[in-house]
């Protein structure tokens, strides 16, 4: 991709809009903006093509968790999506094709990492800085960075001595042939759930070292007819109501989340089932039985993954890992296993992940440590008191354990572009007051300490070091629709 719109090292860009990132957000964002004819603005991004965690995750199976007729723009539906649940080279190319309708490449700005932002009272504008030297002034500020872009690579003794292959799921080396090859796995969340099965063929020996076991729900990746993608291109109507379909089956989850959790039993159930009909050692069965309420830890599907456990070459290593040796992996139990490959399936880092937007607001503050001071505040996952004029898309507490994320985002976008036209009326400046933000911290806050992920009885990457949940949206997406379809001008200083 060109960079010849990106300027120089040392140059500085001003523009009224500065986006950073070209995954959905963004893209979302700068498609509106056109939209809404305001297309004075440039976005950013470190890679050199749109896509986001699209782009970046490339591992055997990766596909989205959510039918892809809901994890689509709604302004860009797209009736030839081949699987019900699209793999990523199929969402990856989607992307760049809602990209490239919308000429966003001219846009933006590839190659350019972001590494801090400060306000300044002066000019009423934001200074943006990048890791090439490259500047921008801005008078809105959007984030587009979304929740999972940093790898977590958890540390164990001797990992550096090991003198095999080692890499992240988000980072897959796909020069590294694991044919043939003794191959460990660390981890079992969504990610290592989709690509284990892919690589079992392959691999001599597959050992899966397991910290804490997840729910998995049986799910055939159904492939749509030629003809169905047909029906859904001519007629509009069946697309819509297909993606009603999928919005409202998956809205129920919401239900048992939220609060009463014994609507959950019969979905623990069903992942019961899933075990025992895929596992037939008994040994191996309890092993990969959670023992916390299902929705606690993100659920997960997949109608491979356990019978790839069973095969005669698989393991589960439940011990936990005590150390590396330069040619394998010893668990807890003292037994050692020579592996030419370690793959980290390990997640990323989510709350802490904010830690790496450099921000500095009003008076000289840095939201890095008022975070770590006063916890992490926003209105609406949104906007934060002493940082005017800047964005969140998929802030904090606007994660989904059930249901597409894109959905999220776009309310978000359409609650930015509002709270811009207010800011308009006014100086051109808009910061929302502390007070309402406590009120909606607070508000949410109380909701999800009934929730099923605090009382499901896990620790997971829901939850922050002192273990309150700065994650997810604890209610119906409907409700956050609801909520932030108007802006309410009582809740903003100018
Ligand atoms: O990561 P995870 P992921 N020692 O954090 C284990 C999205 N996603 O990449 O459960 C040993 O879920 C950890 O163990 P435990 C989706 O939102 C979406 O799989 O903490 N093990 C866990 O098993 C998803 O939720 C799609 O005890 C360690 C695993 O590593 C999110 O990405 C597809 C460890 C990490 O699981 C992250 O999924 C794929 C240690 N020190 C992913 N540290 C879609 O389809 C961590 N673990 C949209």
Same mark, same amino acid.
């Given at each position: 991709m060109s960079l010849s719109n990106a300027g120089t090292a040392a140059s500085t860009h001003?523009?009224?809009?500065?986006?950073?990132?070209?995954g959905f957000s963004g893209m979302g964002m700068a498609i509106q903006l056109l939209r809404n004819k305001q297309p004075d603005f440039i976005i950013i991004d470190k890679a050199h093509d749109f896509g986001g965690t699209w782009r970046e995750n490339t591992?055997?199976?990766?596909?989205?968790?959510?039918?892809?007729?809901?994890?689509?723009?709604?302004?860009?539906?797209?009736?030839?999506?081949?699987k019900l649940w699209a793999r990523q080279p199929e969402i990856f190319d989607y992307m760049r094709a809602v990209a490239e309708k919308h000429n966003l490449k001219s846009h933006t700005h590839f190659g350019r990492t972001f590494t801090g932002a400060a306000w300044n009272e002066t000019t009423q504008r934001w200074t943006v800085r990048t890791a090439e030297g490259?500047?921008?002034?801005?008078?809105?500020?959007v984030s587009g960075i979304g929740g999972l872009h940093i790898p977590s690579i958890p540390r164990f003794k001797g990992d550096d001595t090991f003198t095999g292959e080692r890499f992240h799921s988000a980072q897959w080396n796909h020069n590294v042939d694991l044919r043939g090859k003794r191959v460990a796995v660390i981890g079992t969340g969504a990610s290592a759930i989709q690509f284990v099965p892919e690589i079992v063929d392959q691999v001599k020996e597959l050992h899966l070292y397991q910290r804490t076991p997840a729910w998995v729900l049986p799910r055939t990746n159904v492939p749509i007819p030629g003809a169905a993608q047909t029906a859904l291109a001519k007629v509009p109507l069946a697309r819509r109501?297909?993606?009603?379909?999928?919005?409202?089956?998956?809205?129920?989850?919401?239900l048992g989340l939220n609060g009463n959790s014994n609507m959950m039993q019969p979905i623990e159930r069903l992942a019961k089932w899933n075990i025992d009909r895929s596992v037939p050692d008994p040994?191996?069965?309890?092993?990969?039985?959670?023992?916390?309420?299902?929705?606690?830890?993100?659920?997960?599907?997949?109608?491979?993954?356990?019978?790839a456990l069973a095969r005669?070459?698989?393991?589960? %290593?439940?011990?936990?890992?005590?150390? =590396?040796?330069?040619? /394998?992996?010893?668990?807890?139990? *003292?037994?050692?296993?020579? +592996?030419?490959?370690?793959?980290?399936?390990?997640?990323?880092?989510?709350?802490?992940?904010?830690?790496?937007?450099?921000?500095?607001?009003?008076?000289?503050?840095?939201?890095?440590?008022?975070?770590?001071r006063a916890g992490m505040e926003t209105h609406l996952g949104i906007t %934060?008191?002493?940082?005017?004029?800047? =964005?969140?898309?998929? /802030?904090?507490?606007?994660?989904? *354990?059930?249901?597409?994320? +894109?959905f999220m985002i776009e309310q978000q976008i359409g609650y930015i572009l509002s709270a811009m036209k207010l800011a308009d009326t006014k100086r051109g400046v808009i910061e929302v007051s502390a007070a309402a933000q406590r009120e909606f911290t607070n508000e949410i806050q109380s909701k999800l300490a009934t929730g099923v992920w605090s009382t499901g009885g896990c620790t997971s990457w829901y939850l922050d070091s002192q273990g309150l949940n700065r994650t997810i949206w604890p209610g119906f997406t409907f409700q956050y629709w609801s909520r932030t379809r108007r802006v309410n001008a009582a809740d903003f200083v100018f």
């Open positions: 001003t523009t009224r809009t500065l986006i950073i990132g070209t591992y055997p199976g990766c596909a989205c968790d959510v039918p892809s007729h809901m994890y689509s723009f709604s302004f860009e539906p797209n009736a030839r999506w081949t490259v500047s921008y002034e801005a008078q809105y500020l109501a297909v993606r009603n379909m999928i919005y409202w089956a998956s809205e129920s989850l919401a040994e191996l069965r309890r092993k990969l039985t959670p023992d916390y309420r299902i929705g606690c830890k993100r659920i997960l599907g997949s109608s491979t993954y356990y019978p005669e070459h698989s393991s589960v %290593i439940t011990e936990g890992i005590r150390e =590396f040796t330069p040619t /394998g992996i010893i668990a807890n139990d *003292g037994t050692e296993r020579e +592996v030419d490959v370690v793959i980290y399936g390990t997640g990323f880092h989510v709350t802490d992940g904010f830690d790496s937007i450099d921000l500095t607001g009003r008076d000289g503050v840095n939201l890095k440590e008022q975070w770590a %934060i008191a002493g940082f005017p004029n800047a =964005f969140f898309l998929l /802030g904090p507490n606007t994660a989904l *354990g059930h249901n597409s994320v +894109v």
